[in-house]
């Protein structure tokens, strides 16, 4: 079955890691059908730039000229622009898909709606967008709402990461048939390694490092409170964003710079590293749906500690960790000196087994093809 994904998040040469977790669904869905992705995206350019690339699927990047005016009219008409060059190239190669596979309605998900091509195929639908969910109902704008209530409408299947968010997504009108159909998690290559440094506990936190959603400050004042009654132990923080300095500075007042490791961004083979030689990961997010670093790190056998936000509950049980409520310091505080104290408690293979089961390339790319099968 020939499949065309537009995907509103794709990574490329501007953005690596934007939206990584739609490149390897691809792949597993490329073992049961032909996949043909378009991505547009907006950047600082004065020509629309294309780029093409293959391996386990196709795939066509294309750059379009950022509006320097703040009207939803000219941002959508170059979208518009890229993606009909997009659609072109498919065209051009002689494929004619079955089946739309939207990833993240908004923005792209408009041309589903409107374009004659992409209409006249059926249409599914994967979401990931956190403003989506009902906590950041004031961080939605309008016209991402309307385009939602239209695209779900149209859409044959819609798929979310969790339940949760298929609930709110309904709340806001989004009515369809939805869904659940989590992450694909790269299992050969985050798997359990040999631990470097026994005496040297290791608390690990990957993320954007953006205090608004991950809440990084509540975690090295946490790790600070932990390191004055415990010896030997040490934070690395991986990631990248606009508050690295501040997290810095923090971490220099709090004279913790021996403890604390700013690793920067990473790319997944040196992140999978960096979690087999760690021994819990720590997410303190105020929001989120279910962030692939938590099924990644459960993958490589880590602990967890993190926030009962999202669908995180559904999968952080007491075989592997510790939950603890949003922007709740003291019970993260307690949490980690828990997990010092329950050192052997947990047991990677078992941590591990739960992924496996439901995460695999294998797993995940069956449901998907499953799903397109249903079509017809």
């Known amino acids: 079955m020939k499949v065309l994904w537009i995907a509103s998040w794709f990574p490329s040469v501007q953005f690596p890691f934007n939206g990584d977790f739609v490149e390897r669904m691809g792949r597993a869905v490329s073992d ?140 806001y009108g989004m009515k369809g048939n939805y869904q659940v159909i989590p992450n694909v998690v790269d299992c050969t290559l985050f798997k359990p390694g040999e631990k470097k440094n026994q005496k040297e506990f290791t608390f690990l936190h990957v993320s954007t490092l953006t205090d608004s959603v991950k809440n990084v400050s509540g975690i090295i004042m946490a790790f600070n409170k932990v390191l004055k009654k415990n010896g030997h132990i040490k934070l690395q923080l991986i990631g990248d964003g606009d508050d690295r300095h501040k997290h810095e500075k923090t971490v220099q007042i709090l004279g913790i710079t021996d403890s604390v490791d700013f690793m920067g961004e990473m790319p997944h083979t040196a992140v999978a590293s960096a979690m087999q ?27 967890i500690i993190a926030t009962e936000t999202g669908g995180i509950g559904d999968w952080v049980d007491e075989d592997v960790g510790i939950l603890v409520h949003p922007r709740d310091e003291e019970g993260l505080t307690n949490a980690m000196q828990k997990i010092l104290s329950n050192v052997y408690k947990y047991d990677p293979k078992k941590i591990r087994e739960k992924v496996l089961l439901k995460c695999s390339r294998e797993v995940i790319g069956e449901k998907i093809a499953n799903v397109y099968k249903s079509l017809f």
């Open 277 to 303: 030689k760690a021994d819990c990961l720590v997410h303190f997010s105020n929001y989120e749906n279910l962030p692939c670093v938590i099924l990644e790190a459960m993958a490589t056998g880590l602990s």
């Open 32 to 171: 049961h059908s032909e996949i043909y992705l378009i991505h547009v995206q907006e950047g600082p350019i004065k020509e629309v730039d294309v780029f093409e690339e293959f391996d386990d699927y196709f795939r066509v990047i294309i750059t379009v000229p950022k509006s320097q005016r703040w009207n939803y009219f000219f941002r959508f008409l170059n979208l518009y622009r890229g993606i009909k060059k997009g659609i072109k190239i498919i065209k051009d190669k002689g494929i004619n898909p079955e089946v739309v596979h939207l990833h993240v309605i908004y923005p792209l998900g408009i041309f589903c709606l409107f374009d004659s091509f992409l209409r006249s195929k059926q249409l599914v639908i994967t979401e990931h967008w956190t403003r989506f969910r009902h906590v950041n109902k004031d961080k939605l704008p309008s016209v991402a709402k309307w385009i939602g209530i239209l695209a779900t409408r149209k859409a044959h299947s819609i798929l979310t990461v969790n339940k949760y968010l298929s609930n709110d997504m309904q709340q």
